[in-house]
């Protein structure tokens, strides 16, 4: 098992950046592949970037490639996204998440047990 806790949100201008962190409780993190999520309000749940256990892999939507990095740091039990280059559209609640469920796919919300509270984004334009 697994505790998440995102920080970092706030509010930022267009085209500005912000770095959120998700600090993982428990000795088993290395061991999970881990995913931020956001949701925006009426919206369901989307994926947005995901990274392997040991960080040699990484995974981006459409939407956000090219803008954000995920990245994690094992030894510190905690994950990163870097979001440059911020728009209107990326304003919602960003989750972090360990999956878990390997017969869902790694960009489904259902394949992932584990969950932070969530940080707010919000990017004026």
């Known amino acids: 098992q697994v505790q998440l806790v995102e920080s970092g949100g706030g509010l930022v201008q267009a085209g500005g950046s912000l770095r959120l962190s998700c600090a993982a409780s428990g000795r088993t993190f290395s061991s999970y592949f881990m995913g931020w999520f956001r949701q925006a309000p009426g919206k369901e749940r989307e994926f947005v970037t995901g990274?392997?256990?040991?960080?040699?892999?990484?995974y981006y939507a459409d939407s956000v490639k090219g803008r954000f990095t995920i990245s994690r740091d094992n030894a510190k039990n905690t994950l990163y996204l870097q979001m440059d280059s911020l728009k209107p559209e990326d304003t919602a609640v960003y989750y972090c998440?360990?999956?878990?469920?390997?017969?869902?796919?790694?960009?489904?919300?259902?394949?992932?047990?584990?969950w932070g509270q969530g940080t707010q984004v919000t990017v004026s334009s």
């Open positions: 990274i392997s256990r040991i960080g040699g892999s990484t």
């Open positions: 998440a360990a999956y878990s469920d390997y017969s869902r796919n790694y960009f489904s919300p259902g394949g992932y047990s584990y």
